[in-house]
């Protein structure tokens, strides 16, 4: 059974950057696809991207589209997102995520492994 931990939230300015990871052990990220997800405060928990086994095929939500990056190192066995031009609303929990499934997905449900997440705030 994989097990994920998430790192590199933290409090931002608008118009800042964060890359969060999320470390792999127990399992090869090479096995899974993966995706990132968020909840905001008071807020249902929404997805943000996802990203293939390979990491050659990429989704993301129309909200983040253009502002975040998903990657992973599978060598490293440990996913990224890039977060640029953050905005207050970005503010929430993020996790990460891996699915059993063969292909990567924007539904929570089809996710079977999960980190504990990590704080993103964004304020001035």
């Known amino acids: 059974q994989v097990q994920l931990v998430e790192s590199g939230g933290g409090l931002v300015q608008p118009g800042g950057s964060l890359r969060l990871s999320c470390a792999a052990s127990?399992?090869?990220?090479?096995?899974?696809?993966m995706g990132w997800f968020r909840r905001a405060p008071e807020k249902d928990r929404e997805f943000v991207a996802s990203i293939s086994r390979t990491g050659f095929s990429t989704s993301y939500a129309e909200s983040v589209k253009g502002r975040f990056t998903i990657s992973k190192d599978n060598a490293k066995n440990t996913m990224y997102l890039q977060m640029n031009s953050l905005k207050s609303d970005d503010t929430a929990v993020y996790y990460c995520a891996a699915t059993t499934s063969s292909v990567r997905s924007s539904s929570a449900p089809t996710y079977a492994y999960w980190g504990q997440g990590t704080q993103v705030a964004v304020s001035s």
């Open positions: 127990g399992g090869s990220l090479s096995t899974y696809p």
